[in-house]
């Protein structure tokens, strides 16, 4: 699976992208990748370059939004409640500083 960055440009990426919004001044965009039991956030040039991937950990993060100023990246994180684990979720507000 590849993203095309506006020159056409294919960039690959192991998992495919979700949830893509781009940042407040147009230079990237961010967007959840993976599924199931696991997926991370992620940025991307808009002009190119490589796909960095922002959150690594065992738990599902996703719909990343930037912050009005482009500095942070807000994203919901979901786990297993440990009161319930075989049923319910907990989610919560997490956030990544960004930086071109």
């Not at 990748?33 to 190119?48: K, T």
């Amino acid at each position: 699976l590849t993203l095309a960055d506006k020159s056409a440009v294919a960039h690959p990426v192991d998992r495919v992208p979700d949830h893509v919004q781009v940042h407040p001044k147009g230079t990237h965009v961010t967007f959840s990748v993976g599924g199931g039991n696991r997926s991370e956030i992620a940025v991307m040039a808009i002009d190119g370059g490589p796909v960095r991937v922002l959150t690594q950990n065992r738990v599902r993060d996703r719909y990343p939004r930037f912050d009005a100023t482009g500095d942070r990246v807000w994203y919901e994180t979901l786990d297993d409640d440990p009161n319930f684990p075989k049923g319910r979720t907990v989610a919560f507000p997490a956030s990544v500083p960004f930086t071109p």
